[in-house]
């Protein structure tokens, strides 16, 4: 039967586990995706969320060490986790601009493909209403129409023409 641990034990491999859970932490706390996608940070958070959730897991053994006068690991622990919560409000600041600016460029985006869409349409119809105004024009100079209401001249003019009234109306005669 193997002799039970001592406080004092208990107390070095409880900060030798703190340690290497630091560093883990620290060495993925690194990989911050500043400046990627909002995505990319749910994911770090998440990630930063399961570091936390492992040092809450050595939280009751380090508080009853501490009840034992060993105070260090949970000092340490305490410390480690009062930084953790400071970088994480960083970090959930950091991905909040990162949704405002994701928001922002989709916003540009839609204004953008608005106006470049408004214009095509404009553009298209200026040159349906051209192709339909010469396509009367070639109608009204075969056909024999006056060029300006459209209906059959009296006396065919080669080359096109306007009654009476229409030539009027045009201010081509008085």
Partial sequence: MA?????????????????GSAQRALEFARTCPVGGAPQM?????????????????E???????????MPAPAS???????????ARESWVAMYGGMLKTQSALQNIWSGATHFA????????????????KW????????????MLCHYPLDVPVPGGGYHIECARTRGLIR
């Fill in 41 to 57: 940070m749910e994911v770090f958070l998440t990630k930063i969320d399961e570091h936390v959730w492992q040092f809450q897991q």
């Fill in 117 to 132: 869409t408004q214009n095509i349409l404009e553009a298209t119809a200026y040159s349906i209403a051209v192709y339909d």
């Fill in 59 to 69: 939280a009751p053994l380090a508080n009853w060490l501490r009840q034992q006068g």
């Fill in 135 to 146: 396509q009367t024009g070639m109608f009204d100079l075969a056909e024999s129409r006056c």
């Fill in 76 to 86: 340490k622990l305490d410390a480690i986790m009062h930084d953790l919560a400071t």
């Fill in 3 to 19: 002799p039970a641990s001592s406080p004092a034990q208990i107390s070095q491999e409880l900060l030798a586990i703190i340690d």
